[in-house]
């Protein structure tokens, strides 16, 4: 075995060492989620930045397709609410806000055509702690947008999950 042979064996086995630990621990990455409804419409009041992430994630992230009309629809996401805040969490010792706490809330619910509810109201929170600056204040509200915008994307594909998980779930059967 010649040396150049034995390197490239060894880097062989450096390179896929971690991907091979990853595998074993069953790590794998976020899939599409799989929904049993071809045509989501969404209603409500979402904000036009939250509407268009849902939109994108149901478009990207499974097989559906999105309704402009709920008639046209398989399952008709409703949001409910969609409130965006920040508090501050922390002051400097000059009496500066030195810390921010973002929060999104969102209430929805999913429901068949026919009305049959696959997901009754719920909500989904999300925080985020960020430092602040006065010197930088617009770099710091560029900031804050980017961890909104990151957040609502997060949550679009949060709630497609739930509606996942929800229906397939099996429904409680009254007798």
């Given at each position: 075995m010649s040396v150049n042979s034995l390197r490239r064996a060894m880097l062989g086995l450096i390179a896929t060492a971690p991907v091979s630990g990853l595998i074993a621990c069953g790590y794998r990455l976020r899939g599409m989620v799989d929904?049993?409804?071809k045509v989501i419409a969404i209603t409500g009041n979402p904000s036009p930045p939250l509407r268009t992430d849902l939109q994108t994630a149901i478009?990207?992230?499974t097989d559906a397709k999105v309704a402009i009309n709920p008639k046209d629809a398989d399952l008709i996401l409703e949001i409910?609410?969609?409130?965006?805040g920040r508090?501050?969490?922390a002051y400097n010792s000059n009496g500066q806000v030195s810390a921010y706490r973002l929060n999104i809330r969102v209430?929805?619910?999913a429901y068949d055509v026919a009305g049959a509810e696959i997901v009754p109201e719920a909500e989904i929170y999300m925080t985020r702690d960020m430092d602040f600056t006065v010197s930088t204040v617009l770099a710091n509200d560029a900031q804050i947008e980017q961890f909104l915008?990151?957040?609502r994307k997060d949550?679009?594909?949060?709630?497609?999950?739930?509606v996942s998980a929800a229906a397939k779930s099996p429904q409680a059967r009254a007798f």
């Amino acid at each position: 075995m010649s040396v150049n042979s034995l390197r490239r064996a060894m880097l062989g086995l450096i390179a896929t060492a971690p991907v091979s630990g990853l595998i074993a621990c069953g790590y794998r990455l976020r899939g599409m989620v799989d929904l049993p409804f071809k045509v989501i419409a969404i209603t409500g009041n979402p904000s036009p930045p939250l509407r268009t992430d849902l939109q994108t994630a149901i478009l990207r992230g499974t097989d559906a397709k999105v309704a402009i009309n709920p008639k046209d629809a398989d399952l008709i996401l409703e949001i409910t609410n969609d409130i965006n805040g920040r508090e501050i969490l922390a002051y400097n010792s000059n009496g500066q806000v030195s810390a921010y706490r973002l929060n999104i809330r969102v209430g929805f619910r999913a429901y068949d055509v026919a009305g049959a509810e696959i997901v009754p109201e719920a909500e989904i929170y999300m925080t985020r702690d960020m430092d602040f600056t006065v010197s930088t204040v617009l770099a710091n509200d560029a900031q804050i947008e980017q961890f909104l915008a990151l957040m609502r994307k997060d949550l679009a594909i949060q709630i497609l999950r739930r509606v996942s998980a929800a229906a397939k779930s099996p429904q409680a059967r009254a007798f």
